[in-house]
């Protein structure tokens, strides 16, 4: 190729792109103006939730006329209504974990509400043990476990059965009841200990969890109780909907007694017709992959019944 033709070549491909890039910024210049503002960007607003007029937790009035009172209830509405996925959880799991709790409260003296400060506590997940050392449905330190009758070992720990931590629970909640004599100041108790709640009052003067200065915890926990019970008994109220088939099912179980030893969980298991997984799932208060049991204690070992595991059966 000679020098000329050279730089013809190269004259034209460079003009080339040239106009390529002008009709390029055209284009999108013209695509941009034809988009409207408005339809260029779409907002989502989120509004206020209700509050209601009067509520109660196990019978007695929440002082929401107190401005204080009202905006730290607002605050856990807001906290849970527009945490969508947690809540729609808690619906999800509610029916299995109530029909567990509820008979147990009853047969304690236990006032009913209660069942939402366990939700409070553990968010419905059996094995779940806080930085502090708490563990299961209700959150029980070992100590208080041990207090309130259950076992706690490197082999068993009773806090991770529900029906023995919930009775549990209903022994600490009598006794706080006992001291205080209104459920308020139970439930606050919970949180910060028969002691905690007992030194606040004295220091302060006053027995009412309404009127007492706590720390961030205690003073949110309550009310987020109470949220929780209003979203849970209104949930559409709320912005939710949950159908009783989309609600997890209530299981169901044999109870096989077990007072001897077992050196393999999973042989075990595999004997009564299921797997290790599911031995532990409804029994996870078993704590290793054996039982060496040498008192010889006689323990209630859930088996569920045939087709339990089958979804949607």
Same mark, same amino acid.
């Given at each position: 190729?000679?020098?000329?033709?050279?730089?013809?070549?190269?004259?034209?491909?460079i003009f080339s792109l040239?106009?390529?890039?002008?009709?390029?910024?055209?284009?999108?210049?013209?695509?941009?103006?034809?988009?409207?503002?408005?339809?260029?960007?779409?907002?989502?607003?989120?509004?206020?939730?209700?509050?209601?007029?009067?509520?109660?937790? #196990?019978?007695?009035?929440?002082?929401?006329?107190?401005?204080?009172?009202?905006?730290?209830?607002?605050?856990?509405?807001?906290?849970?209504?527009?945490?969508?996925?947690?809540?729609?959880?808690?619906?999800?799991?509610?029916?299995?974990?109530?029909?567990?709790?509820?008979?147990?409260?009853?047969?304690?003296?236990?006032?009913?509400?209660?069942?939402?400060?366990?939700?409070?506590?553990?968010?419905?997940?059996?094995?779940?043990?806080?930085?502090?050392? #708490?563990?299961?449905?209700?959150?029980?330190?070992?100590?208080?476990?041990?207090?309130?009758?259950?076992?706690?070992?490197?082999?068993?720990?009773?806090?991770?059965?529900?029906?023995?931590?919930?009775?549990?629970?209903?022994?600490?909640?009598?006794?706080?009841?006992?001291?205080?004599?209104?459920?308020?100041?139970?439930?606050?108790?919970?949180? #910060?200990?028969?002691?905690?709640?007992?030194?606040?009052?004295?220091?302060?003067?006053?027995?009412?969890?309404?009127?007492?200065?706590?720390?961030?915890?205690?003073?949110?926990?309550?009310?987020?109780?109470?949220?929780?019970?209003?979203?849970?008994?209104?949930?559409?109220?709320?912005?939710?909907?949950?159908?009783?088939?989309?609600?997890?099912?209530?299981?169901?179980w044999n109870i096989v007694?077990?007072?001897?030893?077992?050196?393999?969980?999973?042989?075990?298991?595999?004997?009564?017709?299921?797997?290790?997984?599911?031995l532990k799932y409804f029994?996870?208060?078993?704590?290793?992959?054996?039982?060496?049991?040498?008192?010889?204690?006689?323990?209630?070992?859930?088996?569920?019944?045939?087709?339990?595991?089958?979804?949607?059966?």
């Amino acid at each position: 190729m000679d020098k000329n033709s050279f730089t013809l070549t190269k004259f034209t491909l460079i003009f080339s792109l040239i106009a390529i890039c002008v009709i390029s910024c055209g284009l999108f210049i013209n695509s941009a103006q034809e988009v409207k503002p408005q339809e260029a960007v779409t907002k989502t607003y989120s509004s206020p939730v209700e509050i209601p007029v009067t509520i109660t937790f #196990a019978g007695e009035t929440i002082p929401l006329t107190n401005f204080d009172v009202h905006e730290a209830l607002d605050r856990e509405l807001l906290a849970n209504s527009y945490f969508q996925s947690q809540t729609i959880l808690y619906l999800k799991k509610s029916k299995r974990y109530f029909y567990l709790i509820e008979p147990i409260l009853k047969k304690n003296n236990i006032p009913d509400d209660f069942k939402y400060l366990s939700l409070a506590e553990s968010g419905f997940q059996e094995k779940v043990v806080s930085p502090a050392g #708490a563990a299961g449905l209700w959150q029980l330190m070992k100590k208080a476990a041990l207090e309130n009758g259950l076992e706690v070992s490197n082999e068993v720990d009773e806090r991770y059965n529900i029906e023995k931590s919930t009775e549990a629970a209903c022994r600490y909640l009598n006794r706080s009841f006992h001291q205080y004599g209104n459920w308020v100041n139970v439930a606050a108790s919970y949180n #910060a200990g028969i002691n905690g709640i007992k030194r606040q009052t004295e220091l302060q003067d006053s027995r009412n969890y309404f009127d007492l200065q706590l720390n961030e915890e205690t003073a949110r926990y309550v009310y987020r109780i109470l949220a929780l019970k209003l979203i849970l008994e209104n949930p559409e109220k709320y912005g939710f909907k949950v159908t009783e088939e989309e609600k997890y099912p209530v299981l169901s179980w044999n109870i096989v007694a077990l007072s001897g030893s077992v050196t393999n969980l999973a042989d075990y298991a595999h004997k009564q017709g299921i797997n290790y997984k599911i031995l532990k799932y409804f029994n996870p208060w078993l704590r290793q992959s054996y039982l060496r049991n040498p008192s010889r204690k006689s323990y209630s070992i859930k088996i569920p019944k045939p087709g339990t595991r089958n979804f949607g059966l």
